[in-house]
Structure formats: structure tokens, C-alpha cells
């Protein structure tokens, strides 16, 4: 029997009230089109908390200190591929005083950003996202995402 790799994604539910931040894919090859929240692998030597204030300073421009994020979910996913991922999804409020006004800083990664409401996502969603926001707003602290 093969030994299973699962990668580590991170991903971040920014809260602006009741609304999410979401990122729509585009020029990657991987769920382009899809709405999905600002997110990334784990790199190797890293924290996941470091790893998710990274991405957010590189996908969408805002400086979070460590103490704003906490886990609030993780998620099995299986990608359409087969593929199981492990999504360790932290959460943080958004705080127009103290955070830079969030960015499309990777144009070439992504059409655009843009607050949508937490309860009436995109149908364009990615799964993996849909679901991480669902068990949030649930206060589920695990979920499977594409399992039979």
C-alpha cells in the first residue's frame, strides 16, 4: 500500500462584519474561475500561522499579527483529481484601523478580490472554501470536503 501524502494548505477567513474576503482564481491552471479564500501550501521549515500571515501579506496586501489569527477549522479535502489535502483554515477580523486595505496583489494569480456576504457565497465557489466557511459560520471545528 502506497504511504498517503496529504500537502498542508492554509487558508484565511477575513471577516469584515458578515461578510468574507474572497479571491477569484485566475491564470493558474487550477480552478480558474472559482471564487476561493485567500490561501496557500505550507512551505517547508514553516509555522502554519506563519505560513498564513505570508500569504495574506502576499495575495492580498494586509499585515496580520500573530496574535489576530486563530484556527478555526480544518478541512479534508479531496481534490476532483483524488488528491487529499489537509486545510488548516484560521480566521481573523478585518480592522480598517490596523490593517492595510486588502489588495489583488497577485494579478497574475487573480482577477480580483471583493467582500461578499459569508452566507451567500459565489455558486462559483471552490469547494474547499465553501466548506471551511461553512463549518466556521457552523462552528464545526472539522469538516470533509469531497469524500464519498
Known amino acids: 500500500m502506497a504511504t498517503p501524502t496529504h500537502p498542508v494548505d492554509v487558508l484565511l477567513i477575513l471577516t469584515h462584519g458578515d461578510h468574507v474576503l474572497l479571491a477569484l482564481r485566475d491564470g493558474t491552471g487550477y480552478a480558474d474561475g472559482q471564487w476561493n479564500l485567500p490561501s496557500g501550501k505550507l512551505e517547508a521549515g514553516e509555522d ?74 459565489p455558486s462559483n465557489t471552490y469547494s474547499h472554501s465553501r466548506t471551511a466557511v461553512a463549518a466556521h459560520r457552523a462552528g464545526d471545528a472539522f469538516r470533509l470536503d469531497g469524500w464519498s
Open 48 to 121: 502554519a500561522r506563519s505560513a498564513i500571515i505570508r500569504e495574506a501579506r502576499e495575495e492580498i496586501g494586509v499585515h496580520l499579527d500573530p496574535a489576530e489569527v486563530r484556527l478555526a477549522v480544518t478541512v479534508h479535502h479531496r481534490s476532483p483529481g483524488g488528491q487529499g489535502r489537509i486545510g488548516l483554515v484560521f480566521a481573523a477580523a478585518y480592522d480598517p484601523e490596523r490593517h492595510d486595505e486588502p489588495v489583488n496583489a497577485e494579478p497574475h494569480k487573480c482577477a480580483k478580490i471583493q467582500w461578499t456576504p459569508a452566507e451567500l457565497l
